[in-house]
């Protein structure tokens, strides 16, 4: 009913006055009497005319169906949408608007709108042919749901936007993996060359004087050192077991040395192989781990969190969770770019990531279905 507002009969009778200069101003929709079966709801004459102006300056796509699923009305911004007039809209079923595909999955939504509202992505076929992602809602509009309510959202540029995300992360995955050998293969091979020149010298500086001989020893030592970092950076940049051992021996070997960085002790429950994934997948569900793991570190403030992970017939599960702090409601509905890029992931392999965090604790599960994963020929930085 738009903005109107919705006046009960019962209202004290030294009222009336001002009742009667709402409904003479068209403030006032409908009455709404309370009787033994409930209420039932009077409807001023043309009072469906500001609704209908409102509606019809949405945006967003609309219209109203029949128990048949056949419209019977809809807005001018759902006729742009399809690319055909609304007048040649009216009488069309809303399953001839749908890809075949997903035109049986309607029929299940529509017979299950008159017990509650629902929703469907499907993909709505256009006048020139072309096809468009959308997301359909439904509401009933009466009691017996022969009126219903639908929604249409363009999702093709909510789709463009997470197709470009995940190029990107594609890229930045591809960036790292490359970063990682010329760590490894470059600075790698010049750390160990310089290695061997300060073990020669050690062996043939018998002449040197102690403090000289230690700044040799110091500096030997230093190398091993920044050996054993660039190592583990180009590990942490692309983990060479996710190609070599997969994702379990992967997740075990960056678990270790977490442990030993941050002292904070991780409760591992993974099998020894959960089968063939995608590279996609694999970088996916660690990088999951990596950033789990981080804001354990960073914000929850305990010393011990689990890591549960699991495959069935439908889906590889991933669980982080510990028994910190947790995070304040506000910061877990805005989330870091950290639990964004972890989202953005999970969704573009058609899985879900969730967050729930309290007082108690965070836990952060990853579902990724199992779809014929083809696992992809790479080199390892190894």
């Given at each position: 009913?738009?903005?109107?507002?919705?006046?009960?009969?019962?209202?004290?009778?030294?009222?009336?006055?001002?009742?009667?200069?709402?409904?003479?101003?068209?403030?006032?929709?409908?009455?709404?009497?309370?009787?033994?079966?409930?209420?039932?709801?009077?409807?001023?004459?043309?009072?469906?005319?500001?609704?209908?102006?409102?509606?019809?300056?949405?945006?967003?796509?609309?219209?109203?169906?029949?128990?048949?699923?056949?419209?019977?009305?809809?807005?001018?911004?759902?006729?742009?949408?399809?690319?055909?007039?609304?007048?040649?809209?009216?009488?069309?079923?809303?399953?001839?608007?749908?890809?075949?595909?997903?035109?049986?999955?309607?029929?299940?939504?529509?017979?299950?709108?008159?017990?509650?509202?629902?929703?469907?992505?499907?993909?709505?076929?256009?006048?020139?042919?072309?096809?468009?992602?959308?997301?359909?809602?439904?509401?009933?509009?009466?009691?017996?749901?022969?009126?219903?309510?639908?929604?249409?959202?363009?999702?093709?540029?909510?789709?463009?936007?997470?197709?470009?995300?995940?190029?990107?992360?594609?890229?930045?995955?591809?960036?790292?993996?490359?970063?990682?050998?010329?760590?490894?293969?470059?600075?790698?091979?010049?750390?160990?060359?310089?290695?061997?020149?300060?073990?020669?010298?050690?062996?043939?500086?018998?002449?040197?004087?102690?403090?000289?001989?230690?700044?040799?020893?110091?500096?030997?030592?230093?190398?091993?050192?920044?050996?054993?970092?660039?190592?583990?950076?180009?590990?942490?940049?692309?983990?060479?077991?996710?190609?070599?051992?997969?994702?379990?021996?992967?997740?075990?070997?960056?678990?270790?040395?977490?442990?030993?960085?941050?002292?904070?002790?991780?409760?591992?429950?993974?099998?020894?192989?959960?089968?063939?994934?995608?590279?996609?997948?694999?970088?996916?569900?660690?990088?999951?781990?990596?950033?789990?793991?981080?804001?354990?570190?960073?914000?929850?403030?305990?010393?011990?969190c689990s890591i549960k992970l699991e495959r069935n017939d439908e889906c590889l599960r991933l669980e982080i969770h510990d028994g910190g702090k947790g995070i304040p409601a506000p910061a877990t509905a805005r989330s870091g770019v950290g639990i964004r890029g972890m989202t953005e992931r999970v969704r573009h392999l058609g899985g879900k990531?969730?967050?729930?965090?309290?007082?108690?604790?965070?836990?952060?599960?990853?579902?990724?279905?199992?779809?014929?994963?083809?696992?992809?020929?790479?080199?390892?930085?190894?």
């Open positions: 009913m738009g903005n109107k507002a919705v006046l009960p009969a019962e209202i004290i009778l030294e009222d009336g006055a001002q009742i009667i200069e709402a409904i003479r101003t068209g403030c006032v929709d409908a009455f709404v009497v309370e009787e033994r079966d409930g209420h039932t709801v009077y409807t001023l004459q043309n009072a469906d005319l500001p609704y209908s102006t409102l509606v019809q300056r949405m945006q967003q796509g609309a219209a109203m169906l029949n128990s048949n699923g056949e419209i019977i009305y809809c807005n001018d911004s759902l006729a742009v949408l399809l690319g055909i007039s609304s007048e040649a809209l009216v009488g069309l079923r809303l399953r001839d608007l749908i890809h075949a595909e997903d035109a049986a999955g309607i029929e299940d939504v529509l017979k299950s709108v008159n017990i509650h509202s629902a929703e469907q992505e499907v993909h709505l076929r256009k006048m020139d042919g072309t096809v468009l992602p959308a997301k359909l809602s439904f509401s009933p509009l009466s009691r017996d749901a022969a009126i219903i309510g639908l929604l249409v959202n363009d999702l093709s540029t909510e789709k463009s936007n997470a197709e470009l995300v995940a190029r990107i992360q594609r890229l930045q995955d591809e960036e790292r993996r490359n970063i990682a050998r010329e760590l490894h293969d470059s600075i790698g091979q010049l750390l160990a060359g310089i290695s061997m020149n300060l073990g020669a010298l050690q062996n043939a500086a018998t002449s040197l004087s102690p403090s000289h001989s230690k700044l040799l020893d110091d500096s030997a030592t230093m190398v091993a050192q920044v050996t054993k970092e660039i190592r583990t950076i180009s590990h942490l940049l692309h983990p060479p077991l996710l190609g070599v051992a997969g994702l379990c021996s992967a997740i075990r070997w960056y678990v270790d040395g977490f442990c030993e960085r941050s002292h904070i002790q991780v409760k591992l429950d993974i099998p020894n192989d959960v089968g063939p994934l995608s590279s996609d997948a694999g970088i996916a569900l660690f990088r999951v781990v990596q950033e789990g793991l981080t804001n354990v570190y960073r914000h929850s403030g305990c010393e011990a990531l969730e967050v729930v965090s309290d007082g108690t604790g965070t836990t952060v599960v990853a579902s990724l279905p199992l779809n014929e994963p083809v696992v992809e020929d790479e080199r390892p930085a190894v």
